[in-house]
């Protein structure tokens, strides 16, 4: 069961006092009353990714009962990879960088950053039965860059919200 929260949380959101006082707090609250919450990331934000990172590694989360957490930083194509990985699964590091290298929007997402993301999941994993470990799902659009060979080709592509 995805339960996520429907509220577009703003970066100014997450670093500001949210009326409760506690952001993390206020969010694991709404993944407990919705089904889909949205947290949005400025790419490269380390101030988001820090705030990731105290929510995933909280075990109030496991209580909301949050499974599913969809990101734009992977490809689709690379799902059962990113599967594998936080698993626990061996997956090569280069094997792995193709989750964020090869998205549609090339050189985006090749941040410490990003990789750091999906071994906190794996970790968090780790600790967890398997029933109640977390899924990331790679929500950019498969793209096969082999067979890209013209703007054209890309340009199909590189639109995710047609």
Same mark, same amino acid.
């Given at each position: 069961m995805l339960a996520a929260v429907v509220a577009l949380l703003t970066v100014a959101a997450i670093t500001a006092t949210p009326p409760s006082g506690n952001a993390r707090?206020?969010?694991?609250?709404?993944?407990?009353?919705?089904d889909i919450v949205c947290i949005p990331e400025r790419h490269g934000d380390k101030v988001v990714h820090d !705030? +990731?990172?105290s929510l995933i590694t909280d075990t109030a989360l496991?209580?909301?009962r949050v499974t599913d957490i969809v990101v734009e930083f992977?490809?689709?194509?690379?799902q059962g990879i990113m599967d594998r990985y936080i698993a626990g699964g061996a997956v090569s590091k280069s094997e792995?960088?193709?989750?964020w290298r090869e998205t549609t929007q !090339? +050189?985006?997402?090749?941040?410490?950053?990003y990789e750091?993301?999906?071994?906190?999941?794996?970790d968090v994993n780790s600790k967890l039965p398997v029933k109640k470990r977390l899924r990331v799902l790679l929500g950019d659009p498969p793209i096969k860059w082999e067979r890209v060979r013209t703007k054209?080709?890309?340009?199909?592509?590189?639109d995710r919200d047609l």
């Open positions: 707090a206020t969010v694991i609250e709404l993944f407990k009353r919705c !705030f +990731l990172r496991v209580d909301a992977g490809s689709a194509r690379y792995l960088q193709k989750v !090339f +050189l985006v997402w090749d941040s410490p950053l750091s993301f999906f071994q906190m999941v794996r054209e080709d890309y340009i199909r592509f590189a």
